[in-house]
């Protein structure tokens, strides 16, 4: 089945750090991708998404591109900020109407000032 | 206007306890899901319902039962609550620009 595979945290960084995620995948066909975002105490906010290989998703100076030779979707961010401490998951939904969507386990992400 | 929102945010209850966890969303998507998310953060889909039908079960004990009584709603009834029924609940709606979620349901179960 589909499944996806995370760098397990946590991650700590200074502010203005670079920060790279790596996301990893096994699906049949062309699933799309996700990285969804968790601040503490609330639900998952859709962060960026790619539907097609070589797309690239980004939002809020986070960027991820979708590789489907390395099957890989990784998250990144040229300058973090303390704002962004949560917790990112990465997911896929596969191709069809009835696919479910399936995260990775998560990482956390501190960012200290 | 809250998309999709969840009753209660809290619920602490003792084992044996039957409790019911209600979730509704605004934005007209036809599909909405159950999820759990453990102590260590990992998220699992535990149902999903299109247009009030049951589309995935994903081997929850039958403690759970979801009921879906129109497709803005889809609530969540646990029977004789156990310790590692403790977590937080997500309710979500899938529509074409992808998946709302809601703020959860932190469920402790003592």
């Known amino acids: 089945g589909n499944s996806v595979t995370q760098m397990e945290g946590p991650v700590t960084l200074s502010e203005e750090a670079f920060l790279t995620i790596n996301c990893t995948y096994t699906?049949?066909?062309?699933?799309?991708l996700f990285w969804y975002v968790q601040y503490p105490g609330e639900g998952l906010q859709l962060l960026l998404k790619?539907?097609?290989?070589?797309d690239k998703g980004s939002n809020k100076g986070f960027e991820a591109t979708y590789r489907k030779e390395t099957t890989s979707f990784h998250l990144e961010k040229g300058s973090v900020q303390v704002s962004d401490s949560a917790v990112y998951f990465c997911?896929?939904?596969?191709?069809?109407?009835?696919?479910?969507?399936?995260f990775g386990k998560g990482t956390k992400l501190t960012v200290n000032p | 206007d809250t998309a999709v929102s969840q009753t209660p945010k809290y619920l602490v209850t003792q084992m044996g306890n039957d409790k019911s966890i209600k979730c509704e969303q605004n934005l007209g998507h036809d599909t909405m899901y159950w999820y759990k998310q453990d102590s260590k953060k990992f998220l699992k889909i535990m149902f999903s319902y299109n247009n009030k039908e049951l589309i995935i079960n994903e081997t929850v004990p039958n403690r759970f039962s979801p009921k879906s009584p129109d497709k803005a709603h889809l609530n969540l009834h646990i029977n004789s609550l156990e310790l590692g029924d403790s977590a937080v609940y997500f309710c979500a709606s899938e529509g074409a620009s992808g998946y709302t979620f809601g703020s959860g349901t932190r469920l402790t179960v003592v």
């Open positions: 790619a539907t097609k290989a070589d």
């Open positions: 997911a896929l939904k596969g191709q069809g109407g009835s696919e479910k969507l399936v």
């Open positions: 699906a049949t066909g062309y699933p799309s």
